[in-house]
């Protein structure tokens, strides 16, 4: 019998993870990127493996501070203000969501799909032989103020009842654990089961694994029109002005995934979360664990070819000019945790952005929409692509499959806000 044609928009890390699961159970893929796929989200972020990420962005918290955060021009989370429908709609969503009735939801969703994706993760890592620096010592997230600490002691207990190993550490333990660096702390949690990795060189490795299975990546090929027939069968896709017919289609174009789906009438709320990060390749002095910098919001990662530190999150549509401020905030706030570095030692760093895809609950959309029969959806998420990218793919090929996913997806579903 012949193989069943999929194609799947988008060579980020879900995308990607979404052609491996498929090509597992069967089906001819093709993979199409609009770029050399060397720019995307999934190339410069922190590459945390993270299962105590189990607190979505729209939670109670953010609200408030993030109100005081939008006054300051260098800080980490921002809202741009504009008169722009889409913003102001999924803004609207966003504080919606952000209640603790909602957070408590999510959570065991969260921490199902963050745990079976880590456990995932480093399967697939060993079964196809993969060197991405893959690190499981976890990450700590270092508080410099009571506050900090007692909100993050909040979440590790959280973590601890969901069976998570997590330990509230002194200042001391936390030194103790990095003894390269001079910390200025007050003390820490640290997540145990988290871990992480080196994205670019696990997606270049990947992709080398991907051809080898047959695989067929296609870069620099814009998909511009998705067409449908009044079956509500995807009928074929326009790439680079040629007509791509498949049986299915996954939609994995991260940030830009609704533009795309509004040509099918699909409202699907998501806005682009801009984030900055910068390599030290030969730090003076460097981490065992990643690391969080809790009031700061940065992102500190050991990787293959240096130390990476990541943040902002700025709501700000598909912009990604750099912001010097911001990435300035992100320097100052190191030196603040890390005495060692001074501002002069990133004078070389060549700042890069990348759009996370953000729903308003921060839960990602996984799953068909309005009834398209050869149409599955795989984004929005936000600051666990690749925490999640593994189980998001091995659900993708299972409802391809037309199998029962072996996650219960409600909470994920695309149509959730129609
Ligand atoms: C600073 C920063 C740090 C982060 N740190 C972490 C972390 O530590 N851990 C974690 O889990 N997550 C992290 N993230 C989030 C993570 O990087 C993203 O969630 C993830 O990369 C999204 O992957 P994606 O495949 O959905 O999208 P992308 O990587 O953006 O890929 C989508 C692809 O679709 C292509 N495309 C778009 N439109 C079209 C079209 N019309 N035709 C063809 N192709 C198209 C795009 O060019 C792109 O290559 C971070 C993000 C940032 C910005």
Redesign the pocket.
């Given at each position: 019998m012949k193989e069943k044609e999929v194609v799947v928009?988008?060579?980020?890390?879900?995308?990607?993870c979404s052609a491996y699961f498929l090509n597992k159970k069967g089906f001819n893929v093709t993979v199409?990127?609009?770029?050399d796929?060397s720019?995307?989200?999934?190339?410069?972020?922190?590459?945390?493996?993270?299962p105590s990420?189990i607190i979505p962005l729209a939670s109670p918290g953010i609200i408030n501070q993030g109100i005081r955060w939008m006054t300051r021009s260098d800080s980490p989370f921002f809202i741009k203000p504009k008169l722009n429908s889409d913003l102001i709609s999924w803004g609207l969503k966003f504080r919606k969501a952000a209640t603790k009735k909602r957070v408590a939801a999510a959570v065991p969703l969260l921490n199902d799909l963050l745990m079976s994706s880590r456990t995932l993760t480093e399967q697939l890592l060993k079964e196809e032989d993969i060197d991405a620096g893959f690190n499981d010592k976890g990450i700590i997230v270092f508080c410099k103020t009571q506050q900090a600490l007692d909100e993050e002691t909040t979440i590790a207990e959280r973590t601890i009842k969901l069976g998570q190993k997590t330990e509230i550490l002194s200042a001391e333990q936390a030194r103790a654990l990095n003894p390269e660096l001079d910390l200025d702390v007050l003390g820490g949690v640290w997540y145990r089961e988290d871990a992480?990795l080196t994205?670019h060189i696990f997606i270049e490795k990947f992709i080398d694994v991907l051809k080898q299975k047959g695989v067929t990546i296609k870069y620099n090929?814009?998909?511009?029109k998705i067409t449908s027939n009044d079956d509500k069968n995807i009928d074929s896709i326009i790439?680079n002005g040629e007509k791509v017919v498949a049986d299915e289609y996954v939609l994995?174009?991260?940030?830009?995934?609704r533009d795309?789906l509004k040509q099918l009438d699909i409202q699907l709320p998501l806005q682009g979360?801009?984030?900055?990060?910068f390599v030290l390749p030969n730090p003076k002095a460097n981490l065992n664990t990643c690391a969080i910098l809790h009031e700061a919001r940065v992102?500190v990662?050991p990787m293959l070819h240096g130390l990476r530190f990541?943040?902002?999150m700025e709501i700000n549509g598909l912009d990604l000019t750099l912001n010097k401020k911001r990435i300035d905030g992100i320097i100052r706030s190191i030196t603040k945790y890390f005495p060692q570095y001074t501002k002069e030692d990133f004078k070389d760093i060549e700042p890069w952005?990348?759009?996370?895809?953000c729903s308003p609950d921060g839960l990602p959309y996984i799953g068909r929409t309005k009834g398209y029969k050869n149409l599955l959806i795989?984004?929005g998420?936000?600051?666990?692509?690749?925490?999640?990218?593994v189980i998001t793919g091995k659900l993708i090929a299972q409802l391809a499959s037309n199998e029962v996913p072996e996650i219960d997806l409600t909470l994920l579903e695309v149509d959730r806000y129609n």
């Amino acid at each position: 019998m012949k193989e069943k044609e999929v194609v799947v928009i988008g060579a980020g890390i879900i995308g990607l993870c979404s052609a491996y699961f498929l090509n597992k159970k069967g089906f001819n893929v093709t993979v199409i990127d609009n770029t050399d796929g060397s720019g995307n989200c999934s190339y410069g972020n922190a590459g945390f493996i993270s299962p105590s990420h189990i607190i979505p962005l729209a939670s109670p918290g953010i609200i408030n501070q993030g109100i005081r955060w939008m006054t300051r021009s260098d800080s980490p989370f921002f809202i741009k203000p504009k008169l722009n429908s889409d913003l102001i709609s999924w803004g609207l969503k966003f504080r919606k969501a952000a209640t603790k009735k909602r957070v408590a939801a999510a959570v065991p969703l969260l921490n199902d799909l963050l745990m079976s994706s880590r456990t995932l993760t480093e399967q697939l890592l060993k079964e196809e032989d993969i060197d991405a620096g893959f690190n499981d010592k976890g990450i700590i997230v270092f508080c410099k103020t009571q506050q900090a600490l007692d909100e993050e002691t909040t979440i590790a207990e959280r973590t601890i009842k969901l069976g998570q190993k997590t330990e509230i550490l002194s200042a001391e333990q936390a030194r103790a654990l990095n003894p390269e660096l001079d910390l200025d702390v007050l003390g820490g949690v640290w997540y145990r089961e988290d871990a992480n990795l080196t994205p670019h060189i696990f997606i270049e490795k990947f992709i080398d694994v991907l051809k080898q299975k047959g695989v067929t990546i296609k870069y620099n090929q814009e998909v511009s029109k998705i067409t449908s027939n009044d079956d509500k069968n995807i009928d074929s896709i326009i790439v680079n002005g040629e007509k791509v017919v498949a049986d299915e289609y996954v939609l994995a174009a991260g940030s830009w995934t609704r533009d795309l789906l509004k040509q099918l009438d699909i409202q699907l709320p998501l806005q682009g979360g801009k984030g900055y990060s910068f390599v030290l390749p030969n730090p003076k002095a460097n981490l065992n664990t990643c690391a969080i910098l809790h009031e700061a919001r940065v992102a500190v990662t050991p990787m293959l070819h240096g130390l990476r530190f990541a943040g902002t999150m700025e709501i700000n549509g598909l912009d990604l000019t750099l912001n010097k401020k911001r990435i300035d905030g992100i320097i100052r706030s190191i030196t603040k945790y890390f005495p060692q570095y001074t501002k002069e030692d990133f004078k070389d760093i060549e700042p890069w952005a990348g759009l996370r895809p953000c729903s308003p609950d921060g839960l990602p959309y996984i799953g068909r929409t309005k009834g398209y029969k050869n149409l599955l959806i795989a984004t929005g998420h936000a600051m666990l692509g690749v925490s999640l990218s593994v189980i998001t793919g091995k659900l993708i090929a299972q409802l391809a499959s037309n199998e029962v996913p072996e996650i219960d997806l409600t909470l994920l579903e695309v149509d959730r806000y129609n």
